[in-house]
């Protein structure tokens, strides 16, 4: 480490202004003097020759004799003191030269001194910056190597992550990304008066994402040691993420459905962690969401709309065919947000759900739109979201008190060839032949199931030579689940978060029971995971995207939230299947 020098130049200056201040002092006062003996020069000058005058006139003025007598001697009295303050002008002069010849010395062997020590310091530095150039040289090597490792890095990481993306597949887990949402006005709000005196900051940020894969949560209760826990997950999102960056993540499942695969996509988290604005986008009673590319803001399901007509639109040959129902489970029952009353105008309709035969998930008389474009899909979501079931809470002003449930059925016409092995060709049909033999017989044509009515439902032919893919997108926006103590409802709110905890709670305990292979699992204990049992359980691509708050305030909910993420990333289901359940085409 170089020794520190002491800047002598800088004292030396100081010194030396000090010094020429002085000196020009003295001289102005010299130069001051020597004015006033001028000037009495001149006054002496002037007396002499008034005394020339006197002399010649002495003859005429002889009575002015003795006023000129008296004149001479206070003349000379004056000079005499004038030569006196000149003499001791000249004495102080001497010993001011003197004192100046002193101080020159003194400089002089101060400036000698100085000027050693700012050899030895320039020598000093120019060590310094020969050390500098190496340690920059060596900077130069490591920052290139360190570039190449995290260029190696980054390309073993994309690896890794492809491998656990097709672990996950192969072995059904479900994927879990979560969403850390910014700092909000309302996040500095006490609810309780109590939280006053705590001496923890409730808005002090202790969730971060500490990368693309990782949380960190810094745990520091009240009554509690501090002490930090991660979280791993498939993908985590910093609150600087923008909806741009989650749908990106989300984008290859719109394709897998158009692949053949069944997609549910559902958010989780506490009230007003933003779920609701991940899946949908800003939105209000009175501003409809809309389905422009250009509004940055929207949310998973308008843009996973744009996506799927946009994926359509480039294979036009396959004949889409897509349905929506949009159902929300209010108080532990389910309402029909399409049905339509006699006047034809939407009204939420109550309806029941079954398990089927075959072990499946199925709603009667559930109601199923036919759109054909993005905005037709919106113009029905911005209906339904109008008889949505929400009310204020103290944890947040806008609080949905239902679970909603977006479902998208894609019917497809591809190839028959195209689209499975000769081997699963002829399985499939001799399943269907087994099962359908009386229609194939009478050469009956296929037909769509009707508006309004389940696609499930739809009659099977195998007179045609065209396979028809009927796939499933559920988008469900889970309502928040609350502390009581901190939303501070009652009456009828109080009892909606009763439900809406125990269905959350019902859904946990699913995931559990998958997670540990119980022979049971409890589908029926909510309307909620019954409706949800295809994609839970099933071999769906199921995405699960947690929402939690980075706040002090909302710690415990947030611990809940992400413990629910990592068991649900436990749950190992069956792989996920393409769909081949209708099969149909034109005979020749």
């Known amino acids: 480490m170089p020794v520190k020098t002491f800047n002598w130049n800088f004292v030396t200056d100081q010194r030396i202004q000090q010094l020429k201040g002085q000196v020009r002092a003295k001289e102005e006062r010299i130069v001051q003097l020597e004015t006033e003996n001028a000037v009495l020069h001149l006054k002496l000058a002037e007396y002499y020759e008034i005394i020339g005058r006197s002399n010649s006139k002495a003859v005429q003025l002889c009575s002015l004799y003795n006023e000129q007598q008296d004149l001479r001697r206070n003349t000379y009295l004056n000079l005499i003191q004038i030569c006196q303050e000149v003499q001791k002008l000249k004495q102080e002069l001497k010993d001011f030269q003197s004192f100046s010849r002193l101080l020159v010395s003194n400089f002089h062997h101060q400036y000698q001194e100085c000027l050693s020590q700012i050899v030895d310091a320039v020598q000093g530095t120019q060590i310094e910056n020969e050390n500098l150039q190496s340690f920059q040289a060596r900077t130069v090597d490591l920052e290139q190597s360190l570039?190449?490792?995290?260029?190696?890095?980054?390309?073993?990481?994309?690896?890794?992550?492809?491998?656990?993306n097709n672990l996950v597949e192969l072995r059904g887990n479900i994927r879990v990304h979560c969403r850390i949402r910014p700092l909000l006005p309302f996040d500095t709000e006490s609810v309780e008066p109590a939280f006053q005196n705590r001496s923890i900051s409730l808005s002090e940020k202790v969730i971060h994402a500490m990368d693309d894969e990782t949380v960190l949560v810094r745990c520091n209760r009240p009554g509690h040691p501090l002490f930090n826990k991660t979280f791993q997950f498939e993908r985590v999102y910093s609150p600087l993420e923008s909806q741009t960056i989650v749908f990106g993540d989300v984008r290859p499942l719109i394709t897998s459905l158009l692949d053949g695969y069944n997609v549910c996509i559902m958010t989780y988290g506490q009230t007003g962690s933003g779920k609701s604005y991940t899946m949908l986008g800003p939105h209000s009673e009175s501003d409809a969401i809309s389905p422009s590319e250009a509004d940055h803001e929207m949310g998973i399901i308008p843009r996973a709309a744009g996506e799927l007509f946009r994926l359509l639109s480039k294979n036009p040959t396959v004949n889409p065919r897509v349905e929506v129902s949009i159902v929300e489970v209010?108080?532990?029952e389910l309402f029909d947000l399409l049905a339509k009353d006699s006047s034809g105008t939407i009204v939420g309709v109550k309806r029941d759900v079954i398990t089927t035969k075959e072990g499946k998930s199925n709603v009667p008389l559930l109601t199923y739109e036919l759109?054909?474009?993005?905005?037709?899909?919106?113009?029905?979501?911005?209906?339904?979201?109008?008889?949505?079931?929400?009310?204020?809470?103290?944890?947040?002003?806008?609080?949905?008190?239902?679970?909603?449930?977006?479902?998208?059925?894609?019917?497809?016409s591809v190839p028959f060839d195209s689209y499975v092995d000769q081997q699963s060709s002829q399985k499939l049909c001799k399943e269907i032949l087994c099962t359908t033999p009386q229609k194939v017989m009478k050469g009956e044509k296929p037909s769509f199931p009707p508006r309004g009515s389940?696609?499930?439902?739809?009659?099977?032919?195998?007179?045609?030579?065209?396979?028809?893919?009927?796939?499933?997108?559920?988008?469900?926006?889970?309502?928040?689940?609350?502390?009581?103590?901190m939303s501070g409802v009652t009456g009828t709110v109080l009892r909606e978060t009763s439900f809406i905890n125990r269905?959350?709670?019902?859904?946990?305990?699913?995931?559990?029971?998958?997670?540990?292979?119980?022979?049971?699992i409890p589908y029926?204990?909510?309307?909620?995971?019954?409706?949800?049992?295809?994609?839970?359980?099933?071999?769906?691509?199921l995405l699960v995207l947690l929402c939690v708050s980075p706040c002090q305030k909302y710690l415990a909910e947030t611990l809940q939230s992400l413990g629910f993420g990592s068991r649900a990333r436990q749950v190992q289901r069956v792989q996920a299947k393409r769909r081949n359940l209708l099969v149909s085409g034109k005979s020749k």
Do not use: W
């Open 503 to 520: 269905s959350l709670a019902a859904l946990a305990d699913v995931l559990g029971a998958l997670s540990e292979h119980r022979g049971h």
């Open 147 to 164: 570039q190449e490792i995290n260029e190696l890095y980054q390309v073993e990481k994309r690896k890794r992550k492809e491998l656990h």
């Open 454 to 485: 389940s696609p499930a439902s739809a009659p099977l032919d195998l007179t045609e030579q065209q396979k028809q893919v009927q796939t499933k997108l559920q988008l469900v926006d889970l309502a928040g689940s609350e502390c009581i103590g």
């Open 524 to 541: 029926r204990n909510s309307k909620l995971t019954h409706l949800l049992q295809d994609s839970i359980g099933g071999d769906a691509k």
């Open 371 to 412: 759109v054909e474009s993005p905005a037709e899909f919106m113009k029905l979501i911005n209906k339904s979201l109008q008889l949505r079931v929400r009310h204020p809470t103290l944890v947040h002003a806008d609080s949905s008190r239902s679970h909603l449930v977006v479902t998208i059925t894609l019917t497809m």
């Open 330 to 332: 209010y108080n532990n």
